[in-house]
């Protein structure tokens, strides 16, 4: 626009001012200022300078605003006149940008910025201004050249002196003084000072953004890592579009490097690739360098050196390239600094961020970010043996290796198949008998699957020729079972009939073991509960197989525990008969029987398939403690020994029972374990996606809204209609748009509810439609798109009459009247929208025969006649004769008698409605000077309450307004 006068001048500085931070702001601002000096006009050209030193501070080119503060100080030394008050103020708060202005340029000498702060000194005296804001001026100068000594002094003068209106505001102060804490590495005193900044006691246009970046590392070091991740979500929203906190943004990729998310770590720099080299505040450039060097050192450390990383653009960047540059960047930049100040205090703090470890293996985050590290799984989080390995030493022997292969696959330990591993690459080297071929491989085939036939019959073949003829016919009872899982179930079924009726014989001349007979009854067991399952045939063959295996082991367990898992898995099998057969009840307890019996042989990871099927089972029936129970039961049972995709899917299961419950904080951890967990396993996009929606979810019950927003954002990017269903696609934009909302982001939940509404209008029922047109256009009034907003509630208006809803009906109509009335519409097209709202209410009222639902509706009625009644009085114009106002006051007053009329025909449940239609109509009396009407409803209003509940805060609200409105008439 043409900047003609200083009001236009005013109102362009302002819109410039609600831009985001930047180079075009900066420029508009540099315009502006051109137009005010044509103006002619000194105060204008003040401000505008005053404009354009602010955008400047709250830039990368920060270092521009020295030319315009020394032009507005020269000003002020010539003709302090022309300032008006707040310019007045504004000048000589800018002083303190001027000191950290000159920290963070190295080229400024060190005396120069001493001078400068007598000068603020001996300024703000004359002003008779505390000392204050100079001593904290002085703390920041102490602090970093490393004079600790002086700065304690500086630290103790400032929070001694008076705080007055050149003192920072409370946010900023804390966000200092908790500073001092953390460079002292009094951690836990730090985040005490910055609480009131972190509970939203105090806060400014960059608090708690800073706060919240700062406390990070001290969070993890005192081990409070739940707090650390939400203050990373929540604080990280806040950083990333205001260009001028590159300190702050530096913060949060430390944290990343610090927490195993170097993944996280390396989107947060593709999202800034202008911070690498953006000159206009060395010190902060010099930050974000160190912490690029930390976190490529992390990287090059975890074998990732030559992994593709963003960086300075113009060439293209591996991890250790990178580490190398902006380690040498961030040293110069230090060495200037040092230079300046004559210490080594900033290069020796830089020195010690770059050589950082970190503080934990893995902080899951919630949010996506693929693993960048080879996967570790850590210590487990519920009580469970250490995964047993097999034992090592430098140059095992083949002996060693084959006793503790055996001793691993004679008691089911895990990874019994990595020590058989071992054996056979030992074995290419060494001649060994045929039993140990056989044995080989015959655990070979075990990890093959359905490609294990060959070598199951391999093996028979040298188990025979072993003269060990009932481990051969186990061997060929295993490859028949093979079979069965390759779908080859007749080939099976055929194939087992031989190895058993063999297997009998011997066992009844004591030619076998029980042990070999217990593996082919197995086989054949297994493989006619196949047939049970593909083909729904055969449950009495498989029954009675199972039970000739549960004689020949169910007392011969004792420390067998190869029999007691037979026994075990036999009960199981028993379960999924009886599941089979409609009988959950007997299933459940089979199945529990099943998973007590590996618990008390001491293989618990075998019971937790069958402590889901409990779960699943008790879901079912409704028992949904059985269900939390069970799935406690098996990430117990399973510690580190459940598969990552195993883990995601126990933890997601368990999150939905137990949020069920509204148990939403402990939700929120298993759904934060699950979406760990599913990344680890390479299922971001499908199990870690869903995962993410629930968690998103129960962060938003517990109001975490930030967090919330940051999880349901990155659920989005993987969720799809096709493998999620469009109704999860709906909910996450829904709930999404909640979180925006209470964050004031209201533009932003708009597009969300759009969105979402956009999907389900193609479904049949049109319920969700409604209601997310309504949400989106209550969103479009907040973020001052009154014309859209009017459409959406009309459109919702639609629905709702097409489905009957009246209620929403009459509220969207409200909702427009407001809208009219806020935006200059007219007036009367306000009235005639709440007219129609009440034409609503009264027609349905007609027409209902349900009691409970008549009340709902006389209940709406009567807030539509409230709000008409407000609507009313709002709407005379400032420029009103007495004539109109008294009119539109007593048309207003009309609509509060009825909706006292209204409220009152309810009763106890309509007390509320009519005491605030009551006070509204007596504040109308007062008005139209009517004071005795006005007191009658005041003491109306007294009365109704008399005998009520002193401590309800409805009660304690009405009662005070009407004495008030008492005081004037009792005068």
């Known amino acids: 626009m043409e900047i003609a006068d200083f009001d236009s001048l005013r109102h362009a500085l302002a819109?410039?001012?609600?831009?985001?931070?930047?180079?075009?702001?900066?420029?508009?601002?540099?315009?502006?200022?051109?137009?005010?000096?044509k103006l002619d006009i000194p105060l204008a050209v003040i401000e505008a300078l005053g404009h354009q030193l602010k955008v400047y501070n709250y830039s990368s080119e920060k270092d521009k605003m020295f030319v315009p503060f020394a032009r507005l100080l020269r000003m002020w030394d010539e003709r302090p006149e022309d300032f008006d008050e707040y310019e007045t103020h504004s000048l000589h708060w800018v002083f303190k940008w001027m000191t950290a202005g000159m920290l963070d340029q190295p080229h400024v000498p060190l005396a120069s910025i001493e001078k400068w702060l007598g000068e603020m000194e001996h300024r703000y005296r004359l002003a008779g201004h505390s000392e204050r804001a100079?001593?904290?001026?002085?703390?920041?100068?102490?602090?970093?050249?490393?004079?600790?000594?002086?700065?304690?002094?500086?630290?103790?003068?400032?929070?001694?002196?008076?705080?007055?209106?050149?003192?920072?505001?409370?946010?900023?102060?804390?966000?200092?003084?908790?500073?001092?804490?953390?460079?002292?590495?009094?951690?836990?005193?730090?985040?005490?000072?910055?609480?009131?900044?972190?509970?939203?006691?105090?806060?400014?246009?960059?608090?708690?953004?800073?706060?919240?970046?700062?406390s990070l590392v001290a969070l993890l070091r005192l081990g409070r890592v739940d707090e650390a991740r939400a203050h990373h979500l929540r604080g990280f929203r806040l950083v990333r579009p205001m260009e001028s906190m590159r300190g702050a943004y530096a913060d949060h990729v430390e944290f990343c490097a610090l927490t195993g998310n170097e993944a996280r770590g390396l989107e947060l720099l593709a999202e800034r690739p202008a911070y690498f080299t953006d000159t206009g505040q060395p010190r902060s450039r010099m930050e974000f360098l160190a912490v690029v060097a930390l976190l490529m050192d992390r990287l090059t450390g975890l074998g990732l050196g030559g992994q593709r990383v963003p960086g300075p653009v113009g060439r293209a960047w591996t991890a250790g390239e990178l580490a190398g540059h902006a380690r040498v960047e961030a040293l110069e930049l230090a060495a200037r600094f040092d230079a300046?100040?004559?210490?080594?205090?900033?290069?020796?703090?830089?020195?010690?961020?770059?050589?950082?470890?970190?503080?934990?293996?893995?902080?899951?985050?919630?949010?996506?970010?693929?693993?960048?590290?080879?996967?570790?799984?850590?210590?487990?989080?519920?009580?469970?043996?250490?995964?047993?390995?097999?034992?090592?030493?430098?140059?095992?022997?083949?002996?060693?290796?084959?006793?503790e292969a055996r001793r691993l696959s004679d008691t089911l330990r895990p990874h019994a198949l990595e020590a058989?591993?071992?054996?056979?690459?030992?074995?290419?080297?060494?001649?060994?008998?045929?039993?140990?071929?056989?044995?080989?491989?015959?655990?070979t085939a075990m990890g093959r699957g359905p490609e294990g036939v060959g070598l199951f019959e391999r093996a028979a073949?040298?188990?025979?020729?072993?003269?060990?003829?009932?481990?051969?016919?186990?061997?060929?009872?295993?490859?028949?079972?093979?079979?069965?899982?390759?779908?080859?179930?007749?080939e099976a079924l055929a194939a087992i009939d031989e190895p058993y009726d063999r297997i009998l014989a011997l066992y009844a001349d004591d030619a076998t073991g029980v042990r070999q007979t217990a593996s082919v009854l197995m086989s054949r067991a297994r493989i006619l509960m196949r047939r049970v399952h593909e083909r729904s045939a055969g449950a009495e063959d498989a029954e009675r197989a199972v039970r000739e295996l549960l004689a020949l082991v169910g007392g011969r367990g004792g420390s067998d525990v190869?029999?007691?898992?037979?026994?075990?898995?036999?009960?199981?099998?028993?379960?999924?008969?009886?599941?089979?057969?409609?009988?959950?009840?007997?299933?459940?307890?089979?199945?529990?029987?099943?998973?007590?019996?590996?618990?008390?042989?001491?293989?618990?990871?075998?019971?937790?398939?069958?402590?889901?099927?409990?779960?699943?089972?008790?879901?079912?029936?409704?028992?949904?403690?059985?269900?939390?129970r069970a799935l406690r039961a098996a990430l117990e049972h399973g510690g580190p020994y459940v598969e990552p995709v195993g883990r995601a899917q126990l933890h997601l299961q368990l999150a939905e029972v137990v949020g069920g419950r509204g148990a939403a904080a402990e939700a929120a951890e298993h759904a934060l374990e699950a979406a760990h967990w599913a990344d680890e396993a390479g299922e971001s996009g499908t199990l870690g996606a869903w995962a993410r929606h629930q968690l998103g979810g129960f962060l938003l019950r517990q109001e975490r809204f930030a967090e919330a927003a940051e999880v349901l954002e990155s659920a989005l990017a993987d969720l799809r209609a096709e493998t999620h269903g469009d109704g999860a696609v709906v909910q996450t934009q829904w709930w999404l748009g909640d979180c925006l909302s209470e964050l004031g982001e209201h533009r932003a939940a708009a597009e969300r509810r759009l969105q979402a509404a956009e999907i389900a209008r193609h479904w049949p029922e049109q319920h969700d439609h409604a209601t997310l047109a309504h949400l989106a256009a209550e969103s479009l009034g907040n973020a001052g798109l009154p014309a859209e907003a009017d459409q959406a509630y009309t459109r919702a208006g639609e629905l709702w009459r097409a489905m009957g809803n009246v209620h929403f009906l009459v509220r969207s109509l409200r909702a427009r009247a407001w809208l009219a009335l806020r935006t200059g519409a007219g007036a009367q097209g306000a009235r005639q929208l709440m007219a129609d709202a009440v034409r609503e209410c009264e027609s349905a009222l007609e027409t209902v025969g349900d009691p409970a639902a008549a009340e709902r509706l006389a209940g709406e009625l009567g807030h539509t006649h409230r709000q008409f009644g407000d609507l009313l009085a709002r709407s005379v114009p400032e420029d009103a004769d007495d004539p109109a106002i008294r009119e539109a006051?007593?048309?207003?007053?009309?609509?509060?008698?009825?909706?006292?009329?209204?409220?009152?025909?309810?009763?106890?449940?309509?007390?509320?409605?009519r005491t605030g239609a009551e006070l509204a109509a007596g504040w109308l009396e007062a008005d139209l000077s009517r004071p005795a009407d006005a007191a009658a409803r005041a003491r109306a209003v007294l009365d109704a309450y008399e005998g009520a509940d002193p401590a309800d805060e409805t009660v304690r609200a009405r009662r005070a307004e009407a004495r008030q409105l008492l005081e004037p008439t009792e005068e």
């Open 15 to 37: 819109e410039n001012s609600e831009e985001p931070e930047g180079p075009a702001r900066n420029a508009r601002a540099e315009q502006l200022l051109v137009a005010a000096e």
């Open 134 to 214: 100079v001593r904290g001026a002085e703390f920041s100068v102490a602090g970093h050249v490393g004079d600790l000594a002086r700065a304690e002094r500086a630290y103790t003068a400032w929070l001694a002196a008076d705080r007055d209106r050149m003192a920072d505001c409370h946010a900023c102060e804390l966000h200092g003084q908790g500073g001092w804490h953390l460079r002292n590495d009094r951690y836990a005193e730090a985040l005490e000072v910055w609480g009131p900044v972190l509970d939203g006691e105090y806060s400014c246009a960059h608090e708690p953004h800073t706060v919240l970046a700062s």
């Open 340 to 403: 300046r100040n004559g210490t080594s205090y900033v290069g020796d703090q830089l020195r010690e961020r770059m050589a950082q470890r970190p503080l934990a293996d893995r902080l899951p985050l919630g949010v996506r970010a693929a693993r960048t590290a080879p996967v570790g799984l850590p210590a487990p989080d519920v009580a469970a043996p250490a995964p047993e390995r097999p034992e090592q030493s430098e140059q095992p022997s083949l002996p060693a290796l084959l006793a």
């Open 420 to 443: 058989w591993a071992a054996v056979a690459e030992a074995a290419e080297e060494t001649e060994v008998d045929t039993y140990v071929r056989a044995e080989i491989a015959d655990h």
């Open 461 to 490: 073949e040298l188990y025979a020729a072993a003269g060990d003829e009932g481990e051969a016919i186990a061997a060929r009872a295993r490859a028949a079972y093979v079979r069965a899982l390759s779908g080859e179930l007749d």
């Open 562 to 628: 190869r029999l007691v898992s037979r026994a075990a898995e036999g009960r199981a099998m028993l379960a999924e008969l009886a599941e089979h057969a409609g009988d959950g009840e007997r299933a459940g307890k089979l199945f529990r029987q099943a998973t007590a019996q590996f618990v008390g042989a001491e293989l618990p990871w075998f019971a937790v398939e069958y402590e889901v099927r409990v779960a699943a089972l008790a879901h079912e029936q409704g028992d949904l403690a059985e269900a939390e």
């Open 889 to 913: 006051f007593e048309a207003a007053l009309a609509e509060m008698a009825a909706a006292v009329s209204v409220f009152g025909a309810l009763g106890e449940e309509g007390l509320h409605g």
